[in-house]
């Protein structure tokens, strides 16, 4: 067992305002061949919401609800971005002049992956040489997409969501004919869970589409879903390279039902590919087609979720403490195997 002194929140980062959103998007695409066509139409995304992510507030939030109970292990908290201030080599370099000499962090991604997970462990390696001698050393905490503390929040969402999407289709007024609406009288609502899209050679050598069909499968358990699926979001990239599909908006438009429930379970903290990709384009495809579109809220503010985190720390400090995990895999090791999710192109550092 190691000796911790600090806990470190570590997440993707996102613009404060309008002068940061072109900054933050050269520094997230950097070396990924990017289209800067598609740069100006995310761009344009963020200006449309004040060039403002809600990933910020999120980890903010997060953040405030963990101080106490992890003081209370004699933890300080800190928080560092991979793309945006606060930075991971800021933060470190705080931590170094505080005096930390061994961290555990908590990483904003449930799942293994290389954008997922092993570039987060990249990144910390990056910001410490950046930092030189006496930068605190990082262990970062282990993945939770099978954890009772993930899985929970997101069924109590999820079945809210299909709650109010169930209601909301029994107000509808009947049509001209006296039909109920799109799908020929079906009061059935899909259940789409979503995650973002990663191209098809990185999904061949990690665990994430695995990751992710067994945290919707746990969750539509829990909710009570007997039909349900997965479809992606947020595709980047060159036109040319194969991503996971189908894309949630294919989905859609193509869903015979009157209803729709999306489920992003890829997400920790609430983003812009939440609040636009879903909340904008799928409800858009959703509303062409005369269909009701509810969305699952994200879970990083319920209470469960802090405890998980505070759990999973408590796992690293206390050798008795129990590691939940729910369905077969058992709980994720605390480091990831040696090899674990290449990247699937060169990532220039520095």
């Not at 598609?38 to 200006?47: F, I, K, P, S, W």
């Not at 709650?163 to 059935?188: F, M, Q, T, Y």
């Not at 405890?307 to 994720?332: H, K």
Request: hydrophobic share 40%; glycine share 10%.
């Amino acid at each position: 067992m190691q000796n911790y002194d600090a806990f470190l929140l570590v997440s993707f980062g996102g613009p404060e305002g309008p002068e940061d959103v072109w900054p933050f998007l050269r520094r997230v695409t950097r070396g990924r061949n990017v289209p800067e066509e598609r740069l100006a139409e995310v761009a344009g995304h963020y200006q449309a919401v004040g060039g403002r992510s809600p990933i910020n507030d999120s980890c903010r939030h997060l953040l405030g609800r963990l101080e106490a109970p992890l003081a209370a292990l004699g933890l300080p908290c800190y928080w560092g971005n991979r793309n945006w201030h606060p930075l991971l080599e800021d933060t470190l370099a705080t931590m170094r002049s505080d005096g930390v000499q061994r961290a555990l962090a908590f990483v904003t991604s449930a799942y293994g992956g290389y954008s997922s997970c092993r570039q987060y462990l990249d990144d910390i390696t990056a910001a410490q040489a950046k930092v030189g001698p006496g930068a605190p050393a990082v262990d970062k905490l282990r993945l939770f997409y099978n954890h009772p503390g993930w899985v929970g929040p997101w069924a109590t969402s999820a079945a809210r969501a299909h709650r109010a999407a169930l209601s909301a289709l029994s107000r509808r007024p009947p049509g001209p004919d006296g039909e109920e609406g799109p799908g020929g009288g079906e009061s059935e609502v899909e259940v789409v869970f979503t995650a973002h899209s990663i191209p098809e050679a990185a999904a061949r050598t990690s665990p994430y589409v695995a990751h992710v069909t067994e945290t919707a499968r746990l969750v539509a358990g829990q909710a009570g879903f007997e039909r349900w699926q997965l479809a992606w979001q947020s595709r980047s990239g060159s036109p040319g390279t194969p991503w996971l599909g189908p894309d949630i908006c294919e989905v859609v438009e193509s869903s015979p039902a009157p209803a729709v429930t999306v489920v992003p379970v890829g997400f920790v903290c609430e983003n812009l590919e939440v609040t636009h990709d879903l909340d904008v384009e799928a409800a858009a495809a959703a509303a062409r087609r005369g269909m009701v579109f509810q969305r699952a809220e994200g879970v990083s503010a319920s209470d469960s979720f802090t405890e998980m985190v505070v759990g999973l720390v408590r796992e690293r400090l206390e050798p008795t403490a129990p590691r939940p995990a729910l369905g077969a895999d058992g709980p994720w090791p605390e480091s990831c195997p040696a090899g674990h999710c290449p990247p699937p192109y060169r990532i220039p550092v520095g």
